[in-house]
């Protein structure tokens, strides 16, 4: 059993910055994949950025490249998510998300981030 933990979230003016953090459980963070997805009032979850067991590799949504950085440190068991430039159609709850090479999932509770114009 993993458990995620997201914190970071709160209001933030347009063109702010924000960082989320994962905070995970467990001795098997490195053999998980990370993400982050979120989801605003009405719309479906959507992804936004996920980040490879090593960290080597990452991919970001076409909304948020260039924008934001999702970041690991295994030894931390943690994973990031700098938020830059924000914009108020990034309001949303964001989603920790791990997933390992079995496809067991686990989800965090999600920290909300509000963007003003």
């Known amino acids: 059993q993993v458990q995620l933990v997201e914190s970071g979230g709160g209001l933030v003016q347009a063109g702010g910055s924000l960082r989320l953090s994962c905070a995970t459980s467990g001795r098997t963070f490195s053999s998980y994949c990370m993400g982050w997805f979120r989801q605003a009032p009405g719309k479906e979850r959507e992804f936004v950025a996920d980040i490879s067991r090593s960290g080597s590799s990452v991919r970001y949504a076409a909304s948020v490249k260039g924008r934001f950085t999702i970041s690991r440190d295994n030894a931390k068991n943690t994973v990031y998510l700098q938020l830059n430039s924000l914009k108020p159609e990034d309001t949303a709850v964001y989603y920790c998300?791990?997933?390992?090479?079995?496809?067991?999932?686990?989800w965090g509770q999600g920290t909300q981030v509000t963007v003003s114009s």
């Open positions: 998300n791990a997933i390992n090479i079995y496809s067991l999932q686990y």
